[in-house]
C-alpha cells in the first residue's frame, strides 16, 4: 500500500540554525500538507499546499517557515532560524482531492529537539 | 471556530474489555469526522471516518457513530486487545468556508490493554 514518508525520523539542532524536514507524499497525490504536534498537545495544522503555491497557512507559520515541492516526489518544510518552542514533532500528510471526505495520509513524523 | 475534544487518557484496559473514547466537536459547516490511530514509532493511520451524520465508521472491529444531534462521535470496541495499544486522534474536515482542506485534530488519548 502506498504510503507517506519522512526523514529524518529525529533531529537535534543549535537554536538558531537551520533545518529541513523532507516528505515523500503519494505518488498521485496533488495536496499537501504539514502538521505539527508539541509534546502533550494537539496535532496542529501548519500550511496547506497544491499546484506549486501555498493554499493555506496557520497563524504558526510566519516567516521563519517555508515549503516547497523541489522535484516531482518531495516535499519540504524549512525553519530558517529554529527557536526552542519550533521543538515538536511534524508531521507531512497528502491528499488525492481537497474535498472534506478525503483521508488525509500521514507520515510517521519527524521529532525536531532544539536545544 | 471548528474545534475536536476528546477524553484524557490514558486509558487502560484488561485484554477483552469494552472500549469508549469520547469525542465532541464544534463545527461551522458539516464535517467529515476521522479517526486516526498512532502505534507506537509510527506515524497516524485511518482508523475510520464517517463523513455524514448517522453515518457509521468501522474498521477492525472498532466503531463511531456520527452523531450531529449530540455533535459526537465516540469510538468504541467490544473487546480490546493488548495489540490495540496505542494513541488514538479524532479529528474533523469541515465543508464551510475556505478551510475545508484543514483537519482539526483533539489531543489524542492514549490507550493501554494489560493481558
Known amino acids: 500500500e502506498p504510503e507517506v514518508t519522512q526523514t529524518p525520523s529525529h533531529q537535534v539542532t543549535q537554536m538558531g540554525q537551520e533545518v529541513i524536514l523532507r516528505c515523500v507524499p503519494i505518488s498521485n497525490h496533488l495536496y499537501f500538507y504539514w502538521y505539527r504536534q508539541i509534546l502533550g498537545q494537539k496535532v496542529e495544522f501548519l500550511v496547506s499546499f497544491y499546484n506549486n503555491e501555498i493554499s493555506e497557512k496557520s497563524e504558526i507559520f510566519d516567516d521563519q517557515f517555508s515549503v516547497e515541492r523541489p522535484d516531482g516526489s518531495n516535499f519540504t518544510l524549512k525553519i530558517r532560524s529554529t527557536k526552542l518552542e519550533d521543538s515538536a514533532m511534524y508531521f507531512c500528510a497528502s491528499q488525492h482531492r481537497d474535498r472534506p471526505q478525503e483521508t488525509q495520509y500521514f507520515g510517521p513524523g519527524t521529532r525536531l529537539l532544539v536545544l | 471556530g471548528d474545534s475536536v475534544t476528546q477524553m484524557e487518557g490514558p486509558v487502560t484496559l484488561s485484554e477483552e474489555a469494552f472500549l469508549t473514547i469520547n469525542c465532541t466537536y464544534t463545527a461551522t459547516g458539516y464535517p467529515s469526522l476521522f479517526w486516526y490511530v498512532q502505534y507506537p514509532g509510527e506515524g497516524l493511520q485511518l482508523l475510520l471516518k464517517?463523513?455524514?451524520?448517522?453515518d457509521k465508521g468501522s474498521n477492525k472491529g472498532f466503531e463511531a457513530t456520527y452523531r450531529k444531534e449530540t455533535t459526537s462521535f465516540h469510538l468504541e470496541k467490544g473487546s480490546v486487545q493488548v495489540s490495540d495499544s496505542a494513541v488514538y486522534f479524532c479529528?474533523?474536515?469541515?465543508?464551510?468556508?475556505?478551510?475545508?482542506?484543514?483537519?482539526?485534530f483533539g489531543s489524542g488519548t492514549k490507550l493501554n490493554v494489560k493481558p
Open positions: 464517517a463523513t455524514k451524520a448517522d
Open positions: 479529528a474533523l474536515s469541515d465543508e464551510g468556508g475556505y478551510n475545508f482542506n484543514k483537519f482539526y
